[in-house]
């Protein structure tokens, strides 16, 4: 079953809209981490952010902003005032404690596309 | 400096040669992986190496071997390669807090990948 879900396949918006990216999560763990990445065009792998479970307050770095809401397992993403160098794939990771094996396991991603 | 590296960076081979990805990191850290990236973008992992043992392996075929010779590299052969080997294959390292299930886990740095086309 799939842990992290990406519902969004691709999103495209115009220059200076605000996006936001859904990532809902499944677990059974009482202690976990979420992560975003990005992958643009280039193709390398960018870490973003990494939240633990028991910190739900939001963040903001820059034009990112990140809501994570345990009642609903989600952990959502916003790109404000975007960019055109924001298009990139997006994704939404899941790490657990019950596993004891660091790894991370991938949502599908979400492709942006900004727009000049 | 490249924190993670990979080389080579596109490797085009025919179905049934052998080959292999070499991926070294200079952050000092302890825990080294592999993932594969298909052609539709999703990222699954296929090994985790922590201080040169072997912790995952994600029912990834026996004609992959991962090669874990220190801490700071971990290599990719693959026997006998096939069609739908053809994928990114990304290395990533971690440094993670012990003992392990400590339950704290570390972001994981990624490599700029290995283009693999298997004709």
């Known amino acids: 079953a799939q842990k992290v879900t990406q519902a969004q396949t691709e999103i495209s918006v115009v220059e200076k809209e605000d996006v936001t990216l859904d990532c809902v999560y499944e677990?059974?763990?009482?202690?976990?981490?979420l992560f975003w990445y990005k992958q643009p065009p280039s193709g390398e792998l960018v870490f973003l952010i990494r939240?633990?479970?028991?910190?739900?307050q939001n963040e903001i770095s820059g034009r990112y902003s990140w809501n994570f809401q345990k009642s609903t397992s989600s952990f959502n993403f916003t790109i404000t005032a975007s960019q055109v160098v924001d298009s990139a794939v997006y994704f939404c990771?899941?790490?657990?404690?019950?596993?004891?094996?660091?790894?991370?396991?991938f949502g599908a991603g979400t492709t942006v596309t900004v727009r000049a | 400096d490249t924190a993670v590296s990979q080389t080579p960076k596109y490797l085009v081979t025919q179905m049934g040669n052998d080959k292999s990805i070499k991926c070294e990191q200079n952050?000092?850290?302890?825990?080294m992986y592999w993932y594969k990236q298909d052609s539709k973008k999703f990222l699954k992992i296929m090994f985790s190496?922590?201080?040169?043992?072997?912790?995952i392996n994600e029912t990834v075929p026996n004609r992959f071997s991962p090669k874990s010779p220190d801490k700071a590299h971990l290599n990719l052969h693959i026997n006998s390669l096939e069609l739908g080997d053809s994928a990114v294959y990304f290395c990533?390292?971690?440094?993670?807090?012990?003992?392990?299930?400590?339950?704290?886990?570390?972001?994981?740095?990624f490599g700029p990948g290995t283009r693999l086309t298997v004709t």
């Open positions: 939240r633990n479970s028991f910190d739900e």
């Open positions: 990771a899941l790490s657990e404690s019950l596993t004891n094996d660091y790894k991370l396991s």
């Open positions: 952050l000092g850290h302890d825990t």
């Open positions: 990533a390292s971690s440094q993670e807090f012990q003992p392990i299930g400590a339950g704290v886990k570390a972001e994981q740095y």
């Open positions: 677990t059974r763990d009482t202690t976990y981490y």
């Open positions: 190496y922590n201080n040169k043992e072997l912790i």
